[in-house]
């Protein structure tokens, strides 16, 4: 029995130093490539079926959790993939109300990571594999 308690104690004490991963990081080795994007420049996300993209729609789900349904309910009226500066642009919005509900999906191929952006009647949350924003995002958050 002692030998159990001592045992637990020591782990406990060593997982203290162990830093927490964040809810919305991906591990490296976790990332799928998603080099293929590169070839969908001003093309149509519905067009290219970039959501039956098992490996596209893996990370999305990752990312978004419970709000992927949502963004897959609710993107509707889109606008051309754009492929800018080693980055991959798609930007959908909610029929009817493209001012108020709209959604912006960035890939960089440099750094292998995903953002997403969700405006939801004009709340916006982000979604990203890395701490640093995208500058593309950012951009997105100003609009409207």
């Keep these: 029995m002692k030998f159990f308690l001592i045992l637990i104690l020591i782990t406990s004490f060593i997982s203290c130093f162990n830093e927490p991963r964040k809810n919305n990081e991906l591990s490296i080795d976790n990332k799928e490539n998603l080099d293929f994007l590169k070839t969908l420049d001003g093309q149509f996300p519905y067009k290219s079926k970039i959501f039956e993209n098992e490996k596209f729609t893996k990370r999305i789900r990752k990312l ?13 009226v889109e606008t051309p993939i754009k ?59 100003k609009e409207m």
């Design 64 to 76: 978004l959790g419970s709000k992927y349904n949502f963004l897959i309910e609710t993107w509707a």
């Design 83 to 141: 492929i800018y500066n080693s980055t991959f642009i798609a930007r959908a919005c909610e029929a009817h109300n493209c001012g108020s509900t709209n959604f912006i999906i960035v890939y960089n191929f440099s750094n292998k990571t995903m953002s997403i952006g969700v405006r939801e009647e004009k709340k916006i949350s982000i979604y990203s594999e890395s701490e640093k924003n995208s500058p593309i995002i950012a951009d997105w958050e």
